[in-house]
Nanobody, 127 residues
Framework: QVQLVESGGGLVQPGGSLRLSCAAS????????MYWVRQAPGKGLEWISA????????YYADSVKGRFTISRDNAKNTLYLQMNSLKSEDSAVYYC????????????????????WGQGTQVTVSS
């Protein structure tokens, strides 16, 4: 069955960096758009990044553009999120998610278009 397992979260000081990983299994990883989504305490889901199946095209929310980098290693079935210059407002549970449609030609920022999610990893940015 499909599994997405995030890791790499933790406590970091403002201005610091973290790298999240999402290990995927149970599907043809290289055929699907993959996403990172986060949820801060008391707030709704926030889409933050998408990456094309082949890894060549990436997209970001304005809130993280220039600071976060999404990438994937299709040989290892793993998705990454490199987070630099972290701010307190980046504190949230971070989820990786799989797009529903195989070989889709475009990405979606709508959670309804994702069919599997990881369990989430907590990122806390605090001094």
């Amino acid at each position: 069955q499909v599994q997405l397992v995030e890791s790499g979260g933790g406590l970091v000081q403002p201005g610091g960096s973290l790298r999240l990983s999402c290990a995927a299994s149970g599907f043809t990883f290289s055929s699907y758009w993959m996403y990172w989504v986060r949820q801060a305490p008391g707030k709704g889901l926030e889409w933050i990044s998408a990456i094309k199946p082949g890894g060549g095209n990436t997209y970001y929310a304005d809130s993280v553009k220039g600071r976060f980098t999404i990438s994937r290693d299709n040989a290892k079935n793993t998705l990454y999120l490199q987070m630099n210059s972290l701010k307190s407002e980046d504190s949230a549970v971070y989820y990786c998610a799989k797009g529903k449609e195989r070989y889709s030609t475009t990405y979606s920022t709508a959670a309804d278009d994702y069919d599997y999610w990881g369990q989430g990893t907590q990122v806390t940015v605090s001094s």
